[in-house]
Each structure stands twice: as structure tokens, then as C-alpha cells.
């Protein structure tokens, strides 16, 4: 038996694969799956067998349509705070597990669903999948990272537009502002999410955690201090076996067999 209620989790070969799993109320996040959630991100950082990661929602109508508002509703102020901030650091620890993490969006990513996908790393959306900020309508602010990931993403004034509006955008139109890699159907979804964690874990696994962390550090500073974090990162590569190993193959022509250590 699962010990999870709200979520889905399989290792198979390497690719751990998450699912939210609460088709009947499109997968609105609530606190329990928030928990979770936290709980299983923990255990996947700590587990040397998944490689890349892939978050999808259940059923076909939504990745996640959003926090569960029903619960939600009759909160004081601090208790919205608290839930604002049990969120930001579940998605705090998924943007910066070690691991790549892949969203694979199919249908519904809107609100916390929206902010969830924010914090991966790679945004495979279907044909299907829409996208948006539209808590305004609801009277509050988002308050999972929306207002500070999605203008780090899109750019300041069209996030702005986004999050004052809250208005709904479809797959085509947030590959076209970048907030989604790649547009397909939603057949071959996780067909193309799984093919990507592939060749994703053919590469060095300690270079891309590296480079994951480079990333992450160096976008919230300025340049000088970013630049000096990557020198730092790319000596450390020189310890490992795996820049022995790649380095080897290529002289060799042959290809890299990585260890990841």
C-alpha cells in the first residue's frame, strides 16, 4: 500500500516519476498533499537511484488546476500566511533538488499549478495544457513564488499583465513567452518527458547537479558574483571520476560509461 494519499511515485530505471493524484478536484493542492509532497522530495534527494524527475497530474484534464480554494476560504490572515509559506518551501526544495526535474503539464496548470511548474526545471507541455495567475479574481495574491518566479521567467511587464489580469494562456502562447520548452500532443507527452530524462541521465549526472546548482545560484545575483560561483563549480568537476571518465572517452572515441561520482 501507498503511504501516500494525494501523490503517485515510481523509480523505473532511474526516472522517478511524481504524480499529483486528486483527478477529482483537478488536483488542487491542499495542505495534506502539500506535506506530502515535502516528505517525498526529502526521500528522492537522499535516493542515489533517481537520476531525473518528472511531475505530472493525474487524469487529463489538469496538471494541477490550482490550491484547493475550498479549503482555503474561510482562513484568517495568518493562516493564508502559513499556508503561503508551507508552499514556498516545498517548492523551494523541489527548485533546488539535486536531481533535474521535468514537468510534464497536461492540461490545467493554473494558480499553485502554475507555480508549481514554475519551480521545475524543463516545461514539456501538451497541446492541452493551459496556463495562469488567476488569483485576482478570487480577491488574493499568488502565494507559492508566482509573483517572483513567473517575471524571472517571462520578464517583468508581461508577468505583470499575467498576474494583474488573470487571464489564461494556452500552450502555444507560453512556449511563445517561454514559459514552456516544448509544445506536443498530449499522446506523446510522457513519451517526450521520459525521452528528454533519458538523454538527460546519459550525460554526467555530477556535471548536471553542478550545473542545476550554478544556474540556480548565480540567476538571484548579480553577474561578478555568479561568474566566481561557476569557476568554483567547474574546478570542483576536476575532482570528480565522471570529468575523468568524459574526458577519457572523448581522447579514447568511445563513449562515456558515467559513474556519477
Do not use: H
Amino acid at each position: 500500500m501507498s503511504e501516500y494519499v494525494n501523490l503517485l511515485f515510481s523509480n523505473e530505471n532511474g526516472i522517478g516519476t511524481i504524480t499529483i493524484n486528486r483527478p477529482k478536484v483537478l488536483n488542487a493542492l491542499n495542505l495534506d498533499t502539500l506535506k506530502e509532497l515535502d516528505s517525498l522530495l526529502d526521500k528522492i534527494a537522499k535516493d542515489s537511484s533517481v537520476k531525473v524527475v518528472i511531475i505530472t497530474g493525474s487524469g487529463e484534464k489538469a496538471f494541477v488546476a490550482g490550491a484547493d480554494i475550498a479549503s482555503m476560504q474561510p482562513y484568517t490572515a495568518l493562516e493564508g500566511r502559513s499556508f503561503a509559506k508551507a508552499g514556498q518551501a516545498v517548492f523551494n526544495k523541489l527548485e533546488n533538488l539535486p536531481q533535474p526535474v521535468i514537468a510534464a503539464i497536461n492540461g490545467f496548470a493554473l494558480g499553485g499549478g502554475c507555480e508549481l511548474v514554475m519551480a521545475c526545471d524543463i516545461r514539456i507541455a501538451a497541446e492541452n495544457a493551459k496556463f495562469g495567475q488567476p488569483e485576482v479574481s478570487l480577491g488574493i495574491t499568488p502565494g507559492f513564488g508566482g509573483t517572483q518566479r513567473l517575471p524571472r521567467l517571462i520578464g517583468k511587464g508581461r508577468a505583470k499583465e499575467l498576474l494583474f489580469t488573470g487571464d489564461t494562456i494556452d500552450a502555444q502562447e507560453a512556449y511563445r513567452l517561454g514559459l514552456a520548452n516544448k509544445v506536443i500532443s498530449r499522446e506523446e507527452l510522457m513519451e517526450t518527458a521520459k525521452a528528454l530524462a533519458e538523454k538527460i541521465m546519459s550525460r554526467s549526472p555530477k556535471a548536471v547537479e553542478l550545473c542545476k546548482a550554478a544556474v540556480n545560484e548565480g540567476m538571484d545575483t548579480d553577474l561578478e558574483t555568479a561568474v566566481a560561483y561557476e569557476a568554483e563549480v567547474f574546478g570542483l568537476c576536476f575532482a570528480t571520476a565522471d570529468q575523468k571518465e568524459g574526458m577519457t572517452a572523448f581522447i579514447e572515441k568511445r563513449k562515456a560509461a558515467f559513474s556519477g561520482k
